[in-house]
T-cell receptor, first 114, second 116 residues
């Protein structure tokens, strides 16, 4: 169990640029989640995959955001035309299908939009 | 609507003191799950405990204990004999039964500072 891995750890970009983050879940976990955390707040749910199917998207996920999990393993989160308000920590988490299994989080990708 | 409130933004204690972190939740569901996570400075959220709404037994794990009271919609977390390594931000979270703990509603977090 190598844990949930996220890349990059930090990303600084200029307003208007596109960015893409990657998440590698724990290998046997079929459920993958993206959360966003701003300074001083708790994480907020963005979207959820079961295998390759995106089953739920939060209203927080505007049209500029898109997430994929093409082969049911790793996932990418892309933000197009970034805005300063997108600056946050983007957290990925995974869990297996067991009823009592908790979420395992990665270290996150910290995005700064200048 | 579901909501989790952690009224204590920051708590500072001296090592070996006991400390209780408060969590109050709101939900209309009769079946739900409650969680506590720890977020050390490294940023990774670490799972501490999960409780379902049917199980009101208090739980103790080493220096950690949890007090779940449905009557007051509270799920408080106590650290006994705190240590410097306990310094972190602690989050309480709520999940509907259908999500089984995947889609979580987090509180704002309580930043605990344990000084030597």
């Amino acid at each position: 169990d190598t844990g949930v891995s996220q890349n990059p750890r930090h990303k600084i970009t200029k307003r208007g640029q596109n960015v893409t983050f990657r998440c590698d879940p724990i290998s046997e976990h079929n459920r993958l989640y993206w959360y966003r955390q701003t300074l001083g707040q708790g994480p907020e749910f963005l979207t959820y995959f079961q295998n390759e199917a995106q089953l739920e998207k939060s209203r927080l996920l505007s049209d500029r955001f898109s997430a994929e999990r093409p082969k049911g393993s790793f996932s990418t989160l892309e933000i197009q035309r970034t805005e300063q308000g997108d600056s946050a920590m983007y957290l990925c988490a995974s869990r297996d299908g067991g009823r009592n299994s908790p979420l395992h989080f990665g270290n996150g990708t910290r995005l700064t939009v200048t | 609507a579901q909501k989790v409130t952690q009224a204590q933004t920051e708590i500072s204690v001296v090592e070996k003191e006991d400390v209780t972190l408060d969590c109050v939740y709101e939900t209309r569901d009769t079946t739900y799950y409650l969680f506590w996570y720890k977020q050390p400075p490294s940023g990774e959220l670490v799972f501490l405990i999960r409780r379902n709404s049917f199980d009101e037994q208090n739980e103790i794990s080493g220096r950690y204990s949890w007090n779940f009271q449905k009557s007051t919609s509270s799920f408080n977390f106590t650290i006994t004999a705190s240590q410097v390594v306990d310094s972190a931000v602690y989050f309480c979270a709520l999940s509907e039964a259908g999500n089984q703990g995947g889609k979580l509603i987090f509180g704002q977090g309580t930043e605990l500072s344990v000084k030597p």
